[in-house]
């Protein structure tokens, strides 16, 4: 069994099998596009990979990462590289409630810090960045 996505126009955003079924039935709560953002949400879930204590996903050019393990501390040197791809992104609370968290090291490869990349990171004293840094965002 199929179930499709309407816009508001009323044509078909897209078929999911009868798994998805469940979440559009949740979705359904909510008016549409908050319901595509939760729902893109849910699939980079779905669609994320791991490269040590980093969750991340790949658009098939670049990285993000997404989360880093709560429990992992020290100083963690963000890859510039994962799977032969740049990392350019760190995702928004990546890196959240990492308290034990007490230095970061970005690669040039980074262009782009998501909000509250690094909030409740209380044991975080130092941040360095790659030189040239390319971060264009934060």
């Known amino acids: 069994m199929t179930h499709q996505f309407p816009t508001r126009a009323g044509t078909p955003l897209a078929s999911v099998t009868s798994v998805a079924g469940a979440m559009r039935q949740a979705l359904g709560r909510f ?36 989360k880093y393990s709560a429990d992992a501390g020290g100083v963690v040197d963000i890859p510039a590289i994962i799977i032969g791809k740049p990392v350019t992104i760190i995702g928004n609370s990546a890196f959240q409630s990492c308290t034990g968290l007490t230095g970061v090291t970005v690669p040039v490869s980074v262009t782009t810090i998501g909000s509250n990349a690094f909030d409740g990171c209380t044991g975080l004293t130092s941040m360095s960045f790659s030189s040239p840094s390319s971060v264009i965002s934060i």
């Open 31 to 66: 008016p549409l596009p908050l319901s595509l953002v939760l729902l893109c949400c849910m699939m980079n879930s779905l669609l994320a990979d791991t490269f040590g204590n980093f969750t991340y996903t790949d658009d098939g050019n670049s990285i993000t990462i997404i």
